[in-house]
Nanobody, 116 residues
Framework: QVHVVESGGGLVQPGGSLRLSCAAS????????MVWYRQAPGKQLELVAS???????TYVDSVKGRFTISRDNAKNTVYLQMNNLKPEDTAVYYC??????????WGQGTQVTVSS
């Protein structure tokens, strides 16, 4: 059984920072791609950032220069450092882990609210 748990969300003022973490435990092997998605109220799920096992990263244009994705392969953990947060970043953030055999696992989500 595999457990995927996100943490680090919360309420922050515009311009503030948060660091999200997503850790996988259990029988999960060879995670290839780790991805952060978000879903704002009334909007579709949006891919925010991804990172391959080798460290190649991609970002949606709206977060480039503000968010940084990183991973610790030994800990099966992915991080999302979010700086200069804006109200439009408010959403539930989910991590998605895809193994070498293309099994996909999702976390339960963590709420990020950017408001003054």
């Amino acid at each position: 059984q595999v457990h995927v748990v996100e943490s680090g969300g919360g309420l922050v003022q515009p311009g503030g920072s948060l660091r999200l973490s997503c850790a996988a435990s259990g029988r999960i092997f060879s995670i290839n791609t780790m991805v952060w998605y978000r879903q704002a109220p009334g909007k579709q799920l949006e891919l925010v950032a991804s990172i391959t096992r080798g460290g190649t990263t991609t970002y949606v244009d709206s977060v480039k220069g503000r968010f940084t994705i990183s991973r610790d392969n030994a800990k099966n953990t992915v991080y999302l450092q979010m700086n200069n947060l804006k109200p439009e970043d408010t959403a539930v953030y989910y991590c998605n882990l895809v193994t070498r055999t293309e099994l996909a696992y999702w976390g339960q989500g963590t709420q990020v609210t950017v408001s003054s």
